[in-house]
């Protein structure tokens, strides 16, 4: 028999001590710092710290947004099913259209990725929404394109794609940009990022709490 610890509670008390104990949150405010320290636990790396970039209003923003029904819209359908629905504060609607029957030939008249061919499809939702782009680069790159050429706005943008081809060049434009853009994000610079990191910080915006 092995011995090992199998009270959940206490799992995630010594995991979160653990966290704060390993990792430098002083460049993070305090509501950003409870959003990061989610997104350390899903990475399972205390060093993420220094790559977490927080805008100044985009936690208030995200969490008002939540509150007040906003849709979250995500680029791969493992961002949606990460998404805890017991937290969210409204059931709010949690959307990816990546398997929309009309994705495959809106991505080959673009001459895109699939994934950024279903942020096309966002359309209208994309006003006050919370976005989570976990997966794609060119899903970051696309929805940027569209912000600059008018489109609604979102109250805020979780953009935390991951690899090695355009993940950390979107994520450099998603801050470079999002001031003149008028967007408040999330994000982790560099190559890190995906899924799981992206929903735990959702999961950490749908419902405060001390960790
Ligand atoms: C180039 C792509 C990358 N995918 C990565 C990592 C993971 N992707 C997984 C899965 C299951 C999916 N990836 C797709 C989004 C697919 N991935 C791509 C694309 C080819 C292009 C995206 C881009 O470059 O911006 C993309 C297909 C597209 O046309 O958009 C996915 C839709 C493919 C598919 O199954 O059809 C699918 C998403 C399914 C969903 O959740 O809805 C992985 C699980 C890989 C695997 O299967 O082994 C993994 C998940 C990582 C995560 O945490 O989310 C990268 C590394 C992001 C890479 C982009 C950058 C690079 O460096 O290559």
Same mark, same amino acid.
């Given at each position: ?14 995991? #979160? +001590? ?30 993420? +710290? ?90 970051? #790159?696309?929805?940027l394109?569209?912000l600059a ?14 690899? #090695? ?8 434009a998603?801050v470079a940009e999002a001031a003149g853009l008028g967007v ?19 999961? +950490? ?7």
């Amino acid at each position: 028999m092995h011995d090992y610890l199998t009270d959940g509670a206490e799992i995630y008390r010594r995991s #979160f +001590a653990t966290i704060r104990a390993e990792s430098d949150l002083s460049d993070l405010s305090g509501d950003a710092e409870t959003v990061a320290v989610r997104m350390i636990h899903a990475a399972g790396q205390t060093d993420l +710290a220094a790559d977490i970039r927080v805008s100044a209003r985009a936690v208030a923003a995200g969490r008002a947004a939540l509150r007040s029904g906003a849709p979250i819209l995500t680029d791969a359908n493992m961002v949606a099913h990460g998404v805890t629905r017991a937290r969210l504060p409204v059931d709010n609607e949690v959307v990816c259209l990546l398997r929309d029957p009309r994705v495959p030939d809106l991505a080959a008249e673009l001459g895109t990725t699939r994934s950024a061919a279903a942020v096309q499809l966002w359309g209208r939702k994309l006003d006050g929404a919370v976005v989570a782009i976990g997966n794609a680069p060119t899903a970051l #790159f696309h929805l940027l394109d569209l912000l600059a050429a008018g489109a609604p706005r979102p109250a805020v943008v979780v953009g935390i794609p991951v690899g #090695f081809i355009g993940a950390a060049e979107s994520k450099d434009a998603l801050v470079a940009e999002a001031a003149g853009l008028g967007v408040e994000y999330i994000t982790v610079l560099g190559r890190r990022g995906g899924s799981a990191i992206t929903a735990a910080a959702l999961n +950490a915006l749908a419902r405060e709490e001390e960790l």
